[in-house]
């Protein structure tokens, strides 16, 4: 499987960028609240420590045969970013996997930011060599839930450490 490298995504509000080590400024800013670690653990990142990890995270996965696709989301009428989507997309058994996952910060939620950028992240996951898009969701985060759901995914009957797996298969 050739590498997959993340492109500028645009949807009706958003624009969809990759990931730059100088988004950590303001992306540790959007992402301060310790609200978001809710269901995902931890707690939020310092600057250095987000632009430490965005280091790792662009630098690509050591794995030749997985792609690491990372964007920050950002609101064009507010010309501002307000949160992130990733992809990894690895080998399996009925072709390439992408495991997709979002956050929205506190002040851009329950604006259906999540939903156009998990929905613009999937239309062009379905224009790459990917067969299944997967994302694992904790039972009680209903807010992701609904955000699969737009995204084409459902839920299936597998755990994977204390989250359900949603599932979509890309028909080619």
């Known amino acids: ?25 303001e992306m540790a800013s959007v992402l301060s609240d310790p609200a978001l670690h809710t269901f995902i653990g931890g707690t939020p990142d310092t600057p ?8 790792r995270m662009t630098a690509g996965s050591p794995d030749p045969a997985v792609s690491w696709l990372n964007w920050v989301i950002r609101l064009r009428d507010e010309s501002c970013l307000t949160g992130t989507v990733q992809a990894t997309v690895s080998p399996s ?22 939903t156009e950028a998990a929905q613009g992240l999937v239309d062009w996951l379905s224009r790459q060599p990917v067969h299944t898009v997967i994302a694992h969701i904790h039972p009680e985060h209903r807010a992701s839930a609904a955000v699969a759901t737009a995204a084409g995914l459902t839920p299936t ?8 797996r949603w599932h979509r298969s890309i028909s080619r």
Not at 1 to 8: D, G, K, L, S, V
């Open 1 to 25: 499987m050739n590498p997959i490298a993340a492109q500028a995504i645009s949807t009706g509000r958003l624009d969809l960028l990759p990931l730059h080590v100088e988004h950590a400024e």
């Open 48 to 55: 250095q420590a987000l632009r430490s990890r965005y280091q």
């Open 157 to 164: 009957d597998e755990w994977h450490e204390g989250e359900i």
């Open 93 to 114: 058994g009925h072709g390439p996997i992408a495991e997709i996952a979002w956050v929205v910060g506190t002040p851009w939620q329950g604006r259906g930011i999540a």
